[in-house]
């Protein structure tokens, strides 16, 4: 007999919409599956609605892998990751890193393989995804000719899943720092230690955005390794790069001076703060970026998480000179386009600067969105022109 989960008419609906994850309260029954096994999915009179991957620990019980009755086995992984590989590759990007695998979005659920030059970082979300590893690997060993793969297997989701949280070198061999190039920016990239995996890949097509309106005097907020701050450098009189972390400040300044560029002088500072303090100097910008971390990383930090992103953005709305950019960005899932389309607005009314929406803009393409699954809907970047 094999392992089987039966779902009630409301999980049966969810799949149909298009939604891979159905939650404990949706399944009815589970049969001979261990945790992380594929599992068949039946519905109402035993009908096989497709296989998912199973968990017994996170509210989401089963994600859906395929809504056909076919046969999950290697070829069927090989047959997933290849057209993964190949969207990516018929994207022409100008970028030795870049996303891989962008889990849901590729039918590879709970599953993140990001590429930095020949070495993949992987990240294995549910417990489906990190027993099916040792099958995955060598498979995108063998389709991209990586020479090594490391496995970023810290994130905190993964306690939801009851796993260990671990980074674990799978296949050959990884550095302690990767050469990669976004468009004409080299990189040299911490894969075993970096934020996320390394870099932020989900903002490359941002920053050429910005570079289309950026110029003057250019504050980057939230720089992490100064990806705003170098791409906008050449445009730029002149580029104040801040960040919290030390390590990062260490790292903008590095990048800075191996690409040749001079203008860009990187903080260690609180932007909440030092807008204040900017403020207080009467200082003036021509473009500012803001790119926080996730205020709202689950519901309850919603109103918390607005009022942060309030904040900042109606600071730096009084910072502009007429004419000039803000590109803002939110990567919280929590706070939707709407919600912070919201926010900006608020911005715009207490700063009494009007404001236009130049571009709207989400996550690069090599981390599409599936319709149907807010989930994969993450980052909201918008272009704002100080008109008066
Ligand atoms: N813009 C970057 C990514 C930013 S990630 C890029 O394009 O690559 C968010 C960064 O904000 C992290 O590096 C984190 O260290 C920093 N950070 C978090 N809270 C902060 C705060 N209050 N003030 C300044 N930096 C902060």
New binding site residues.
């Given amino acids: 007999m094999s392992a089987t989960a039966r779902i009630t008419p409301r999980g049966e609906d969810r799949i149909r919409a298009g939604h891979p994850w159905i939650y404990r309260s949706d399944v009815r029954e589970v049969t001979d599956a261990s945790p992380g096994a594929v599992v068949r999915v039946t519905g109402a009179r035993d009908k096989v609605l497709g296989h998912a991957l199973f968990s017994d620990q996170s509210q989401i019980v089963l994600r859906m892998l395929t809504r056909s009755d076919v046969e999950i086995d290697r070829a069927f992984w090989r047959a997933r990751l290849e057209a993964a590989i190949a969207f990516r590759q018929s994207l022409g990007l100008d970028a030795t890193a870049y996303r891989l695998v962008h889990g849901e979005a590729d039918l590879l659920p709970s599953l993140i393989v990001d590429r930095y030059g020949d070495v993949l970082v992987l990240q294995a979300l549910s417990q489906g995804m990190d027993r099916l590893t040792s099958t995955l690997v060598p498979l995108l060993v063998e389709l991209t000719g990586a020479r090594g793969v490391l496995a970023r297997n810290d994130p905190k989701v993964r306690q939801l899943e009851g796993l260990e949280q671990k980074v674990e070198l799978l296949h050959g061999e990884v550095p302690p720092t990767v050469a990669v190039h976004e468009g004409p920016i080299a990189y040299e990239v911490d894969v075993w230690h970096g934020?996320k995996t390394g870099?932020?890949l989900d903002?490359r097509e941002?920053?050429e955005a910005a570079l289309r309106y950026a110029r003057g005097r250019v504050l980057?907020?939230?720089?992490?390794?100064?990806?705003?701050a170098m791409r906008l450098a050449p445009v730029a009189t002149t580029v104040v790069a801040?960040?919290?972390?030390a390590d990062?400040v260490a790292r903008i300044a590095h990048n800075a001076a191996m690409n040749g560029i001079a203008n860009i002088e990187a903080r260690e500072?609180?932007?909440?703060?030092?807008l204040r303090h900017l403020e207080r100097e009467n200082a003036r910008f021509d473009t500012i970026?803001l790119?926080?971390?996730a205020f709202a990383r689950n519901k309850a930090a919603v109103p918390k998480a607005i009022a942060g992103y309030k904040e900042i953005n109606l600071r730096a709305l009084r910072l502009l000179e007429p004419g000039g950019c803000l590109v803002t960005?939110s990567?919280s899932y929590n706070v939707d386009e709407a919600m912070f389309g919201q926010v900006l607005y608020e911005a715009s009314v207490d700063s009494h600067r009007p404001v236009t929406v130049v571009e709207k803009r989400m996550q690069g393409r090599d981390h599409p969105v599936l319709l149907g699954v807010p989930e994969t809907y993450y980052l909201k970047c918008f272009i704002l022109r100080v008109v008066g």
């Fill in positions: 934020q870099l932020f903002q941002n920053r980057d907020g939230f720089s992490y390794h100064g990806g705003f801040l960040d919290s972390s990062a500072a609180n932007v909440f703060d030092e970026v790119d926080p971390p960005c990567c």
